[in-house]
T-cell receptor, first 114, second 109 residues
Framework: DTEVTQTPKHLVMGMTNKKSLKCEQH?????MYWYKQKAKKPPELMFV???????INESVPSRFSPECPNSSLLNLHLHALQPEDSALYLC?????????????FGDGTRLSIL | QKEVEQDPGPLSVPEGAIVSLNCTYS??????FMWYRQYSRKGPELLMY??SSGNKEDGRFTAQVDKSSKYISLFIRDSQPSDSATYLC?????????WGAGTKLIIKP
């Protein structure tokens, strides 16, 4: 079992729906991340929350919006997604955002857009 | 040219064999080197994490870094069918992880 918990494990939604993905960690980490992973590809960084500051990968479309209610929770709000957004969405956390801080991943939410 | 090169495989070996997985990189600024294991339908699991050139051992796993050649390796001794997974190398620079493509490993019983 991983120490980063993601819910739901699977999500199927239409292009007009609004849904949210949730992530929780209890390791006292101060940095949390959202990644998108397509089949047979490595993870691609979408967002970083570190010490309450948000960093965005500028290639991520605005139909994805992150929210960090507190230091142990991270949400990803989804709206008007496209079929190409179908992927595994991974949450990760690390002690800090330093280059010497390894990231620990959850098992992801498998998202399918109809 | 990608910053991190990793052969996607698949690499198929018999049970009990020594497995060698490799990545090469071009950016001398990479500071920390990681190996992750990812099973189908699961998230990446951190296996090994190292900074300096040389070897680091943890059970059946040995991570090797050669900064002068810009080459890292992961060795798995006494490989088991349960080691069948995709192995991703990752390197950190400027608060980012740069990933290899991942190598799919198959251990045949």
């Amino acid at each position: 079992d991983t120490e980063v918990t993601q819910t739901p494990k699977h999500l199927v939604m239409g292009m007009t729906n609004k849904k949210s993905l949730k992530c929780e960690q209890h390791m006292g980490h101060r940095a949390m991340y959202w990644y998108k992973q397509k089949a047979k590809k490595p993870p691609e960084l979408m967002f970083v929350y570190s010490y309450e500051k948000l960093s965005i990968n500028e290639s991520v479309p605005s139909r994805f919006s992150p929210e960090c209610p507190n230091s142990s929770l991270l949400n990803l709000h989804l709206h008007a997604l496209q079929p190409e957004d179908s992927a595994l969405y991974l949450c990760a956390s690390s002690q800090g955002q330093g280059v010497d801080q390894p990231q620990h991943f959850g098992d992801g939410t498998r998202l399918s857009i109809l | 040219q990608k910053e991190v090169e990793q052969d996607p495989g698949p690499l198929s070996v018999p049970e009990g064999a020594i497995v060698s997985l490799n990545c090469t990189y071009s950016n001398s600024a990479f500071q920390y080197f990681m190996w992750y294991r990812q099973y189908s339908r699961k998230g990446p699991e951190l296996l090994m994490y190292t900074y300096s050139s040389g070897n680091k051992e943890d059970g059946r796993f040995t991570a090797q870094v050669d900064k002068s050649s810009k080459y890292i390796s992961l060795f798995i001794r006494d490989s088991q069918p349960s080691d069948s997974a995709t192995y991703l190398c990752a390197m950190s620079v400027d608060y980012q992880l740069i990933w290899g493509a991942g190598t799919k490993l198959i251990i045949k019983p």
